[in-house]
């Protein structure tokens, strides 16, 4: 009696004790819960071989990072740190976003959860989304750009997946709608010359040669001919440009301005000890206009001088977002410049044409070739728009 009594009273205890632990850990998870509140606002939205998850974080000051759950390819469960967002989290008004490659048609989950610093973490809340499945026409079409060009249209496309299948390109011409299709064998691109100059608007299907399916949705691209006859040099004075920064410093009195004094016989020149390239010198023209061509004089007062001048151009219209217009290079023939320069005259300047692009601010970056970075002139030709 004595030992059933014991096993009784033990018992009784054993489940006080397990339910005071219950207890214990759902206080635990209520403080976890409640150090910070879940995201708000949270939706999926599908779209052309994506999900793409948003949310507005909870106010915090102590947010460190939203953790994303969601199934792969294959079904594993993956989890996606984000740690960067919209807004300032203290305020209540910062939004973060999340986005997944789909190439199936499956529904995907998602669950978000937000941590503090200290390591709590909100309730989780979940979402879904049925992404679109991809069509064989469909991996031409997400490489397909269509690009202005001088006196006419530029279309290029990559080919990645060993798929036979056409571009079509089409538009609306005087009322009445026109397609041109492109056969896309292998990366490449064309060239339309015969284009109406008035077309700005470009609508782009493709379509799978062996059965005809088409891509399972459309691209729209806006561009323009661009007139040879407007295209002129960008003046370089009245206003004056200016230079903004120069990350290779100065040798002597041949500073980064000779770039673009109207005098190809003198030079910029880096310092005597300069920084390992890439060296940059950003200018702002101070005016607005279309690039579609620059062209550089290279130094010319050294007959022994032996660099090659491995060169890139940026563009950007508000000197934060950069265009990088392709890496190009020369190799003067130092002898013959300095010896043309001796008698007061120029050689040929080295020419580049470049896509049609938005422009004030010019990024001239020299890549490599030689330690030390060095130019005559820098010239730029568009179309001006103020």
């Known amino acids: 009696m004595l030992y059933q009594s014991f096993l009784k009273k033990a018992s009784v205890a054993g489940g006080i004790l397990m339910a005071?632990?219950?207890?214990?850990?759902?206080?635990?998870?209520?403080?976890?819960?409640?150090?910070?509140?879940?995201?708000r606002q949270l939706n999926a939205q599908a779209s052309h071989g994506e999900v793409v998850v948003k949310w507005l974080n909870p106010r915090s000051a102590e947010l460190s990072h939203i953790d994303v759950l969601y199934s792969d390819a294959a079904g594993n469960v993956q989890t996606a740190k984000v740690t960067e967002w919209v807004g300032?989290?203290?305020t209540g008004i910062s939004e973060g976003e999340f986005r997944l490659d789909?190439?199936?048609?499956?529904?995907?989950?998602?669950?978000?959860t937000a941590y503090t610093l200290s390591g709590y973490k909100s309730p989780t809340d979940t979402v879904s989304a049925l992404a679109p499945a991809i069509t064989k026409a469909d991996h031409l079409l997400s490489t397909v750009n269509v690009k202005s060009a001088i006196d006419g249209v530029r279309v290029t496309w990559t080919y990645e997946k060993s798929i036979e299948a056409d571009i079509l390109l089409s538009y609306t011409d005087g009322g009445v709608p026109q397609t041109r299709s492109i056969p896309a064998g292998e990366s490449g691109e064309i060239w339309y010359s015969d284009l109406p100059a008035t077309l700005t608007t470009y609508t782009v299907t493709t379509v799978y040669r062996r059965n005809q399916s088409p891509s399972s949705y459309s691209l729209s691209f806006n561009a323009m001919i661009v007139n040879t006859e407007n295209v002129v040099e960008i003046p370089?004075?009245?206003?004056?440009?200016?230079?903004?920064?120069?990350?290779?410093?100065?040798?002597?009195?041949?500073?980064?301005?000779?770039?673009?004094?109207?005098?190809?016989?003198t030079d910029w020149h880096s310092s005597a000890s300069p920084p390992p390239k890439p060296h940059f010198v950003v200018i702002d023209?101070?005016?607005t206009f279309y690039i579609v061509r620059y062209e550089m004089y290279p130094r010319s007062d050294d007959a022994n001088?032996?660099?090659?001048?491995?060169?890139?151009?940026?563009?950007?219209?508000d000197n934060a977002n950069w265009t990088d217009t392709g890496t190009q290079s020369f190799t003067p023939d130092y002898p013959a410049y300095k010896a043309a320069r001796d008698a007061g005259q120029t050689?040929?300047?080295?020419?580049?044409?470049?896509?049609?692009?938005?422009?004030?601010?010019?990024?001239v970056e020299m890549?490599?070739?030689?330690?030390y970075s060095m130019l005559g002139e820098l010239s730029l030709f568009g179309i001006l728009t103020n």
Not at 20 to 38: N, P
Not at 102 to 112: N, Q
Not at 367 to 371: E, I
């Open 236 to 265: 370089k004075t009245n206003p004056t440009w200016m230079v903004l920064s120069n990350s290779a410093g100065v040798f002597g009195e041949r500073v980064p301005e000779r770039l673009f004094d109207n005098n190809a016989l």
């Open 347 to 363: 050689l040929d300047w080295f020419k580049y044409d470049t896509e049609y692009l938005p422009a004030r601010y010019i990024k």
């Open 88 to 90: 300032d989290p203290t």
């Open 20 to 39: 005071f632990l219950s207890a214990s850990c759902d206080d635990d998870d209520a403080v976890t819960s409640r150090r910070i509140t879940a995201v």
């Open 285 to 287: 023209t101070r005016r």
């Open 367 to 371: 890549v490599s070739g030689g330690a």
């Open 102 to 112: 789909c190439s199936d048609s499956r529904r995907r989950f998602f669950s978000v």
């Open 305 to 317: 001088a032996n660099s090659q001048n491995v060169h890139r151009i940026w563009v950007s219209e």
